[in-house]
């Protein structure tokens, strides 16, 4: 039997990073069986997160049989993690860089996909009637320099240029009374966007996909992708197999080198790590400055992003290590808890005994990717959401749904999400560049 060929440590992958994941207390992990025989289906998808899982909903919907193949859980990787922000974004680049490599029309059409991505979560959760602890008035940066603020105020006519939004601005001397005391210089708001529990959003999908009677396996690893002779694939577990005409790959950055190869060097996990705190009283709150339930996060290259969730914890987050094992991970929470205690010095007594991290994925191109992959007919993938996995990678699980039924897809798929990931420099050893990348922000952040 193959085994994945992953580029972190084994420990990145395994059940340590979410042992103390607050969001595990909140949901049950259901009963879900393991594949131990041979079976076959019209389509299947490698992975039961927010695309994978929003594929085989649609697909199932639509009458197709559907098989979800999950090396552990549903959920368990980053959609069972995240911070729960959905939100516009899922690329890295910037509007000006997409632009001069696709055009301003695409990097346009782009700005769509991005307004569309974060409706059709919100509709969808509608429509199945999902309770995911939904909060916050759109989204709010903030500042952590005064020159970052100004920056701020240039971007409001581009803001409502691109997506047909308006900006509030909040100036220095309004965040206290907004509620957002924290040592900022200012912030902008956006009227899109909410805040959820992502554990409970990922668990309403699988339970919704089960009740539309697709199939879905835990514990059930895809270590080999055989091509048949005649058409279609097959694809092995430890313990069994699944033979379709079609499948989707949807494992963003918990993906393997080997499965299928052509994923080799194409996509690059990052870690981020999160902590939640004991409830906050009102008191405690006040004393802060931070009454508000707002999803935020701050301007710098390497980011926090944080929010009052209604139980009145507060999530923060921020990038991770460069490697994973006991000590980095050690070294990483206290970073953390250390920029927590900076940003709020009210809340230095109050314990944070929630902590875990998980993957980002990025491509070079710091663009998401939907679409098939070459060389193999009926073989589609979608990843790489760089931290914006909430709602691009519940709408790429839509686009995909459509483009396996080869069906042009009614919602807005540009081409930078059409355009095929280029490999990353180095191979298998690509986490190198991440260190050199890290120092130069950390610079620019200063």
């Given at each position: 039997?193959?085994?994945?060929?992953?580029?972190?440590?084994?420990?990145?992958?395994?059940?340590?990073?979410?042992?103390?994941?607050?969001?595990?207390?909140?949901?049950?992990?259901?009963?879900?069986?393991?594949?131990?025989?041979?079976?076959?289906?019209?389509?299947?998808?490698?992975?039961?997160?927010?695309?994978?899982?929003?594929?085989?909903?649609?697909?199932?919907?639509?009458?197709?049989?559907?098989?979800?193949?999950?090396?552990?859980?549903?959920?368990?990787?980053?959609?069972?993690?995240?911070?729960?922000?959905?939100?516009?974004?899922?690329?890295?680049?910037?509007?000006?860089?997409?632009?001069?490599?696709?055009?301003?029309?695409?990097?346009?059409?782009?700005?769509?996909?991005?307004?569309?991505?974060?409706?059709?979560?919100?509709?969808?959760?509608?429509?199945?009637?999902?309770?995911?602890?939904?909060?916050?008035?759109g989204e709010t940066l903030l500042a952590h320099r005064p020159r970052d603020f100004e920056k701020m105020k240039a971007g409001v006519e581009l803001t409502r240029e691109l997506y047909?939004?308006?900006?509030?601005?909040?100036?220095?001397?309004?965040?206290?009374?907004?509620?957002?005391?924290?040592?900022?210089?200012?912030?902008?708001?956006?009227?899109?966007?909410?805040?959820?529990?992502?554990?409970?959003?990922?668990?309403?999908?699988?339970?919704?996909?089960?009740?539309?009677?697709?199939?879905?396996?835990?514990?059930?690893?895809?270590?080999?992708?055989?091509?048949?002779?005649?058409?279609?694939?097959?694809?092995?577990?430890?313990?069994?197999?699944?033979?379709?005409?079609?499948?989707?790959?949807?494992?963003?950055?918990?993906?393997?080198?080997?499965?299928?190869?052509?994923?080799?060097?194409?996509?690059?996990?990052?870690?981020?790590?999160?902590?939640?705190?004991?409830?906050?009283?009102?008191?405690?709150?006040?004393?802060?400055?931070?009454?508000?339930?707002?999803?935020?996060?701050?301007?710098?290259?390497?980011?926090?992003?944080?929010?009052?969730?209604?139980?009145?914890?507060?999530?923060?987050?921020?990038?991770?290590?460069?490697?994973?094992?006991?000590?980095?991970?050690?070294?990483?929470?206290?970073?953390?808890?250390?920029?927590?205690?900076?940003?709020?010095?009210?809340?230095?007594?109050?314990?944070?005994?929630?902590?875990?991290?998980?993957?980002?994925?990025?491509?070079?191109?710091?663009?998401?990717?939907?679409?098939?992959?070459?060389?193999?007919?009926?073989?589609?993938?979608?990843?790489?959401?760089?931290?914006?996995?909430?709602?691009?990678?519940?709408?790429?699980?839509?686009?995909?749904?459509?483009?396996?039924?080869?069906?042009?897809?009614?919602?807005?798929?540009?081409?930078?999400?059409?355009?095929?990931?280029?490999?990353?420099?180095?191979?298998?050893?690509?986490?190198?560049?991440?260190?050199?990348?890290?120092?130069?922000?950390?610079?620019?952040?200063?």
């Amino acid at each position: 039997m193959a085994t994945l060929d992953r580029i972190w440590e084994d420990e990145a992958y395994g059940s340590s990073p979410i042992e103390n994941c607050w969001w595990a207390e909140t949901v049950e992990l259901g009963t879900w069986p393991t594949l131990k025989s041979d079976v076959t289906a019209d389509v299947a998808i490698i992975g039961g997160g927010f695309t994978g899982l929003s594929a085989a909903l649609h697909l199932a919907e639509a009458g197709i049989d559907v098989v979800v193949l999950e090396a552990q859980h549903p959920y368990w990787g980053a959609s069972g993690r995240n911070g729960g922000f959905c939100c516009l974004g899922g690329a890295k680049a910037s509007h000006g860089k997409i632009s001069r490599k696709f055009g301003e029309d695409e990097a346009r059409h782009f700005c769509r996909a991005e307004k569309a991505a974060v409706e059709f979560v919100d509709d969808l959760i509608g429509r199945l009637d999902l309770d995911v602890d939904r909060h916050s008035d759109g989204e709010t940066l903030l500042a952590h320099r005064p020159r970052d603020f100004e920056k701020m105020k240039a971007g409001v006519e581009l803001t409502r240029e691109l997506y047909g939004l308006d900006t509030q601005l909040i100036p220095p001397e309004g965040l206290a009374q907004a509620g957002l005391n924290g040592g900022f210089h200012g912030a902008a708001t956006v009227r899109i966007g909410f805040a959820l529990n992502p554990r409970k959003y990922a668990a309403g999908l699988a339970q919704a996909v089960a009740h539309a009677t697709a199939r879905i396996y835990a514990q059930s690893a895809v270590t080999e992708i055989e091509r048949l002779n005649g058409s279609g694939y097959r694809l092995r577990t430890e313990s069994g197999s699944v033979t379709a005409q079609k499948f989707i790959l949807a494992t963003n950055g918990y993906s393997s080198d080997n499965v299928p190869k052509w994923m080799s060097g194409r996509y690059l996990p990052t870690q981020s790590s999160i902590l939640v705190t004991r409830p906050i009283s009102p008191d405690e709150q006040r004393e802060q400055g931070w009454t508000s339930t707002q999803m935020c996060y701050d301007t710098r290259h390497l980011l926090h992003y944080f929010r009052m969730m209604p139980n009145g914890r507060m999530l923060f987050g921020m990038r991770g290590g460069l490697s994973h094992n006991a000590q980095s991970e050690a070294n990483i929470r206290k970073k953390i808890r250390s920029d927590f205690e900076a940003m709020f010095p009210a809340w230095s007594h109050v314990d944070t005994p929630y902590y875990w991290s998980g993957f980002v994925c990025l491509t070079r191109d710091l663009v998401p990717y939907a679409g098939p992959i070459p060389d193999m007919p009926g073989a589609f993938a979608g990843f790489a959401y760089h931290g914006n996995g909430v709602s691009m990678g519940s709408y790429t699980g839509r686009l995909l749904a459509d483009l396996v039924r080869d069906i042009e897809p009614d919602l807005p798929h540009p081409a930078p999400m059409r355009h095929t990931p280029k490999r990353f420099p180095l191979g298998r050893f690509r986490r190198l560049l991440m260190k050199p990348a890290y120092l130069k922000y950390a610079w620019l952040d200063r």
